[in-house]
Antibody
Framework: QVQLQESGPGLVKPSETLSLTCTVS?????????WGWIRRPPGKGLEWIGS???????YDNPSLKSRVTISVDTSKNQFSLNLNSVTAADTATYYC??????????WGQGTLVTVSS | EIVMTQSPATLSVSPGERATLSCRAS??????LAWYQHKPGQAPRLLIY???TRATGIPARFSGSGSGTEFTLTISSLQSEDSAVYYC??????????FGQGTRLEIK
């Protein structure tokens, strides 16, 4: 059974970098799949942030204006999100996810990140 | 980018009745359309993929239809636990992966 678990700070100051890690269990991420991040701001809908292929190729949402870095660490079976220059608009529940096509097959439980001084 | 538009934004239906949720794509996504149910504090749950195929363990009262640009999720015989936000998502042409803005389903 594939399970994903997000970890990272729940509070980030404005203009700083939001950093989250997703640990995958039950599947070796080096075998394949895309691994990505999706968020849901309070009162809003789901927004895809970006994904990384097991080889390291990345794809991100142009709406985030190149503030996103997603990387994979196959030795730890983890992948990570860095979102720089955050503002209050980046306050959201962040989900890590796994997908083979664009259909999301696996979701983490989500972690709330608040941007505030 | 393919824009997904859902309607209505909020739907209030009595238990035992039927709910019909709509999703429109700004261009054809063929049948590469999924529906998710999202409850507070939980991960989104895949209900339907391929526009009309129920995911594993999803009750038969959930059904999906449509292709191209127009899609429908129907929930027959509503139960209290069906209260949630429902999202459609296209996976025909990515990146980016795009979701609708969601329909909040309230059970009266």
């Amino acid at each position: 059974q594939v399970q994903l678990q997000e970890s990272g700070p729940g509070l980030v100051k404005p203009s700083e970098t939001l950093s989250l890690t997703c640990t995958v269990s039950g599947y070796s991420i080096s075998r394949g799949y895309y691994w990505g991040w999706i968020r849901r701001p309070p009162g809003k809908g789901l927004e895809w942030i970006g994904s990384v292929y097991h080889s390291g190729n990345t794809y991100d949402n142009p709406s985030l204006k190149s503030r996103v870095t997603i990387s994979v660490d196959t030795s730890k079976n983890q992948f990570s999100l860095n979102l720089n220059s955050v503002t209050a608009a980046d306050t959201a529940t962040y989900y890590c996810a796994g997908h083979l096509t664009g259909l999301i097959d696996y979701w983490g439980q989500g972690t709330l990140v608040t941007v505030s001084s | 980018e393919i824009v997904m538009t859902q309607s209505p934004a909020t739907l209030s239906v009595s238990p035992g009745e039927r709910a019909t949720l709509s999703c429109r794509a700004s261009q054809s996504v063929s049948s590469n359309l999924a529906w998710y149910q999202h409850k507070p504090g939980q991960a989104p749950r895949l209900l339907i993929y391929g526009a009309s195929t129920r995911a594993t363990g999803i009750p038969a009262r959930f059904s999906g239809s449509g292709s191209g640009t127009e899609f429908t999720l129907t929930i027959s015989s509503l139960q209290s636990e069906d209260s949630a936000v429902y999202y459609c998502q296209q996976y025909n042409n990515w990146p980016p992966i795009t979701f609708g803005q969601g329909t909040r389903l309230e059970i009266k």
